[in-house]
């Protein structure tokens, strides 16, 4: 039975992280990060509805009297 030969797997190995190190390098790499974020204020624009131009009461059961 023939032995498995291991003399190589130092080399392959210590090359894949070489190699994985690298294509994670070039892509990180082609990322846009921005430097200095800024926030931008929103103005809020008010928006009208029916129910604000119109006086209403809401009458509840158990605020009514006895």
Do not use: A, G
């Amino acid at each position: 039975m023939p032995q498995l030969d291991t003399s190589t797997w130092l080399t392959m190995i210590l090359s894949m992280f070489l190699v994985l190190f690298i294509v994670f390098q070039l892509k990180i790499s082609k990322h846009n990060f921005y430097h200095s974020p800024e926030l931008v204020p929103t103005k809020m624009l008010k928006q009208n509805t029916p129910w604000e131009t119109k006086w209403t009461k809401i009458y509840l059961p158990l605020s009514l009297p006895l």
